[in-house]
């Protein structure tokens, strides 16, 4: 087991290697014995503080930063564009280095610009975490992704994993198709051909466009939010349409070969990519993927704080 | 070129171990109000090998006994190159107004036990801590800790390295203080 990281930010899991994905995994567990703990609480990140700087909205992914930092006894502060200075014509580096000024030594951003994450890495002295780039990556969602598939089936490798929905403006399917590759799934996606990225083949994934045959292969289905605040154009005719194609009910699910997985990054909308039967089916490990999302940020958070240089 | 000495091996070794544990029953008898927890990731084969010899003695199956890992109580993370990749924790048992006995194989600066100490504190308040090694490196602590149990006291200045090896890892149970020149 190598015993660092290779990069010195978390940007995207296209910059990770193999090790340091099994690195993040096997500090996961660790830190997931913590969590469930009556105190649930270690002493390790006393001396950094960390900044959580969300330009676009998120519940999940902020609170879940936010529990991981806590409990790693790091000292948080948050900041939301909406209440900021940045609608006073602030940019970006100087918003950032006004915050670090204040002796912050990790910055986690999320932004609706692809590559902000690694632009920042560039401009400032801070360690960068990637919380969500535009239709860029979500490495941390990705992360928490692999890793409940391999709580639930005890290894990602070889596992028949299919994604399904808005494939074009998804940065969690992005982020997920490389985990996945790096270790070693077969991956499939599937969609509408107006959300399917052209070329996406050249990631090595299968493209399927039939919902049933996909879910007969796969072992495990990524139900995907049709990103409609994305969307600058119609993809397709209307929800309704889309909900009858692609959308996932107990009437599918029980018509399958053999019992798959469901999983979602959240937020669901309900009767649209998936239906409340099947959300809280016992195919569904949604909740359980909520709950390793802390594990893996503390586990990531842990390995980069240990390369902060004062 | 490595310069070795041994320092425990076989029937002594043995003998250690059993002595310790008899020194255990004195202050523990039945072991009803004690639990017994090993440190990763060196510490849990002492533990192992201490509970086992317990239970032939004692005739006695039913011992509290659990493995943690100090990783993230450490007080030198950011301090040393790498970061330090952590072992699991098992401990399936309350401490609370327990009598705990913290077990490790080396004791050097005491910073170990120290962080152990700390972590120990996330599973209850135990009614009394006591420090069982195999082997003590005195006159090198940093912090004013000493153990209850000793196996064996030995005097060894900072170039030298002591490893413990066990049967069911290395192949063999030995104690070696070595230099490496």
């Keep these: ?310 | 070129m490595k310069n070795e000495r041994v320092l425990l091996k076989g029937l002594k070794f043995q003998l250690t171990i059993q002595r310790l544990c008899h020194q255990l029953i004195e202050n523990h008898q039945d072991f009803s109000e004690t639990a017994i927890i090993g440190l990763q990731p060196r510490g849990v084969f002492l533990a192992e090998r201490i509970v086992k010899e317990l239970q032939s003695i004692l005739k006695n199956s039913d011992l509290d006994k659990g493995n943690m890992d100090i990783t993230f109580y450490r007080d030198d993370f950011r301090r040393r190159e790498k970061p330090l990749v952590p072992s699991k924790t098992d401990i399936e048992f309350s401490i609370e107004n327990k009598k705990v006995v913290l077990i490790d194989d080396v004791l050097y600066t005491g910073r170990t036990i120290r962080a152990g100490l700390d972590a120990m504190l996330a599973f209850g308040r135990p009614k009394k801590v006591e420090c069982l090694v195999l082997i003590d490196r005195r006159f090198s602590r940093q912090l004013p800790i000493q153990p209850d149990y000793v196996g064996k006291k030995i005097d060894s200045v900072a170039e030298e390295k002591v490893i413990v090896s066990w049967k069911e890892k290395e192949g063999e149970d030995k104690v070696i203080l070595y230099t490496e020149k």
């Design chain 1, 1 to 310: 087991m190598e015993e660092q990281l290779s990069v010195d930010h978390l940007l995207g899991i296209k910059y990770l290697t193999k090790q340091d994905i099994e690195l993040i995994f096997h500090t996961a567990d660790s830190f997931k014995e913590v969590i469930n703990r009556p105190i649930k609480k270690v002493p390790t990140l006393r001396d950094v503080t960390i900044a959580n700087i969300f330009f676009e909205n998120s519940t999940r992914t902020k609170l879940s930063f936010e529990l991981a930092e806590k409990r790693l006894s790091a000292d948080v502060v948050n900041f939301s564009s909406s209440s900021s200075s940045v609608t006073k014509g602030e940019t970006l580096i100087d918003t950032v280095n006004n915050i670090l000024a204040m002796k912050v030594d990790m910055v986690v951003m999320r932004h609706a610009f692809p590559g902000a994450a690694l632009f920042l890495s560039k401009n400032v002295n801070a360690k960068i975490i990637n919380a969500g780039d535009g239709a860029h990556e979500h490495p941390t969602q990705a992360l928490l992704d692999a890793y409940s598939i391999r709580e639930k089936y005890g290894n990602v490798k070889g596992k028949n994993i299919v994604i399904v929905g808005d494939i074009l403006h998804s940065r969690v399917a992005l982020s997920n198709i490389f985990c996945l590759n790096k270790l070693g799934a077969k991956v499939k996606v599937c969609g509408p051909p107006t959300l399917i990225p052209k070329f996406i083949s050249d990631l090595g994934v299968e493209v399927v466009y039939d919902l049933k045959e996909a879910l007969n292969w796969c072992d495990v289905a990524m139900m995907l939010r049709i990103q409609l605040e994305r969307q600058d154009e119609k993809y397709f005719p209307s929800i309704r349409e889309y909900a009858m194609r692609y959308g996932l009910d107990l009437k599918v699910l029980d018509g399958l070969k053999k019992k798959i997985t469901i999983m979602h990054p959240g937020p669901i909308n309900r009767g649209v990519e998936i239906t409340s039967d099947v959300a809280d089916s016992e195919h569904s490990i949604i909740l359980n993927q909520v709950e390793n999302g802390v594990a893996i940020r503390m586990a990531v958070i842990y390995l980069l704080a240990a390369k902060i240089n004062r």
